[in-house]
């Protein structure tokens, strides 16, 4: 008659893996932000270089929108003036605009590796973050003339259309609505991106942070 094993206790099971550092909800929420700062960075450096090669003129096409002649006018002579600015100012605009691009680029990949929880990420992320933040406020500083005219173009553009659909009441409390947004809303956001920016690094240099990232460069083969 054969005997019958004992029961297996849980003392006898092997010991399970430990997991490691778990990843900061701070971080993940760094690294989102992050992610949506590099997806802006890219589209508006792609932008701007679709702009300097000149492959379509949109502004044409949206001040030919306008029916008033007189609104119309006065819409396409700011838009030359954007022009004027934007063509005095291609030295600057275009290396800035090109490393806007490679710095979005850079910032989405390294962001996606990060919420990956890929290693090696963390040092080349810091720095992309922090090179994107100093090209961001040098350009808004750089590039101020063609910033304002773009800004009065468009702000002048949306009004003419607003004119035509809303009644006389109605645009007079719009209006200076519109030029409080055209003044605050540029050095509001510039302010936001950098104090943004500042949070990130913080959350990215963080003790646990540093655990996360150290303990996923152990646990991946390609690190070694």
């Known amino acids: 008659m054969s005997s019958i094993p004992p029961p297996a206790r849980d003392s006898d099971a092997p010991p399970k893996a430990d997991p490691g550092p778990r990843r900061p909800k701070y971080l993940v929420v760094a690294l989102v932000m992050a ?109 101020k003339p063609m910033r304002e005219a773009e800004l009065e173009w468009q702000s002048e553009h949306t009004l003419a259309m607003k ?15 519109m030029h409080k947004l055209r003044r605050w809303t540029p050095p509001a956001w510039l302010v936001f991106r950098t104090f943004a920016s500042a949070l990130i690094l913080v959350a990215l240099t963080r003790q646990r942070s540093r655990e996360f990232f150290e303990a996923a460069g152990g646990a991946d083969p390609q690190a070694s």
């Open 35 to 143: 992610l949506a700062f590099g997806a802006g960075c890219w589209t508006e450096g792609c932008g701007r270089l679709a702009f300097y090669r000149g492959e379509v003129d949109y502004g044409a096409q949206l001040n030919q929108q306008i029916k008033d002649e007189q609104d119309r006018e006065r819409v396409e002579s700011l838009y030359q003036r954007y022009l004027d600015a934007a063509d005095s100012g291609r030295g600057r605009a275009i290396p800035i605009a090109a490393a806007i691009f490679v710095l979005g680029a850079a910032l989405l990949a390294l962001t996606a590796r990060g919420l990956a929880g890929k290693s090696n990420t963390r040092s080349a992320l810091v720095q992309v973050v922090a090179a994107q933040a100093i090209v961001v406020a040098g350009s808004y500083f750089a590039l």
């Open 163 to 177: 004119r035509e659909t809303m009644t006389t009441d109605q645009f007079e409390q719009v209006a200076p609505m």
